[in-house]
């Protein structure tokens, strides 16, 4: 009995120490974000606005070209616009949001690429503001 209890004190103590000096899980943040696509008259649907589709990927990667996260674009919000509406044709604004999820912290440099469009680069406190793209 007493070297049972003797192994399991060993037991809590190994778990303790490794809880207080193994490896701690790296800081993440999430960002949101949006790509606006102004006053166009491509075809929409209910999924995709133009060229843009809602499984088109938002990728980011890091200062030395790591991929650290990606999302897909999602459905579009899309809604006419003042001025089409005022000269009675069919022109329409469209926004995709999202949001980056699990970004690490600590990154010196941001590159977030949307769709194949574009990239646009960040500092982390910028990212963590929020992202957006316009076409």
């Known amino acids: 009995m007493k070297r049972l209890a003797v192994t399991l004190a060993a037991t809590a103590a190994i778990a303790t120490l490794s809880a207080c000096g193994g490896e701690q899980e790296p800081e993440t943040f999430d960002a949101t974000g949006m790509v606006y696509l102004p006053v ?5 649907s209910e999924m ?31 809604e006419e616009s003042e001025a089409a509406a005022a000269a009675k044709v069919p022109l329409k604004n469209c926004t995709y949001r999202f949001t980056l999820s699990g970004l690490p912290a ?12 574009g990239s646009q680069t960040y500092t982390e406190d910028k990212i963590r503001e929020g992202v957006s793209y316009r076409r």
Not at 40 to 44: C, L, Y
Not at 54 to 70: C, F, P, Y
Not at 106 to 117: M, Q, S
């Open 40 to 44: 166009t008259n491509v075809s929409f």
């Open 48 to 78: 995709n606005c133009g060229k843009f589709k809602s499984t088109d990927e938002v990728r980011v990667k890091n200062g030395n070209g790591e991929l650290i996260a990606t999302t897909a674009l999602g459905k579009p919000e899309i």
């Open 106 to 117: 600590g990154e010196k440099l941001y590159v977030v690429a949307f769709a194949d469009e």
